[in-house]
């Protein structure tokens, strides 16, 4: 059993940075892949960015690459997501997900959720 708790979240204006933690309790974090996902209101949860259990692999979707950045401290159950040039379309709850996984996973099929943390992205 895993579970997740988001923190970070706020309010900024575009171009501007957030990093969001997602703390993990439990002896086996290092065992898991991890993802974050995000929901605007009114659209379908999508898939954001991934790192493997170990850290060495990283994926991001299309539309964050060279903007986010995510990363993990075993040592801490802790993975994290440094955001930076953030723009409107960015705005949604942000969630952490863990998933047994040795493959990247981009579809919500995801073991444990956390719940959330609202980013809101002003123009």
């Known amino acids: 059993q895993v579970q997740l708790v988001e923190s970070g979240g706020g309010s900024v204006q575009a171009g501007g940075s957030l990093r969001l933690s997602c703390a993990a309790s439990g002896r086996t974090f290092s065992s898991y892949a991890m993802s974050w996902f995000r929901q605007a209101p009114g659209k379908e949860r999508e898939f954001v960015a991934h790192i493997s259990a170990s850290g060495g692999t990283t994926y991001y979707a299309d539309s964050v690459k060279g903007r986010f950045t995510i990363s993990r401290d075993n040592a801490k159950n802790t993975v994290y997501l440094q955001m930076k040039s953030l723009k409107p379309e960015d705005t949604a709850v942000y969630y952490c997900?863990?998933?047994?996984?040795?493959?990247?996973?981009?579809?919500?099929?995801?073991?444990?959720w956390g719940q959330g943390t609202q980013v809101t992205v002003s123009s």
């Open positions: 997900a863990a998933k047994r996984s040795p493959v990247v996973v981009t579809t919500p099929s995801y073991n444990y």
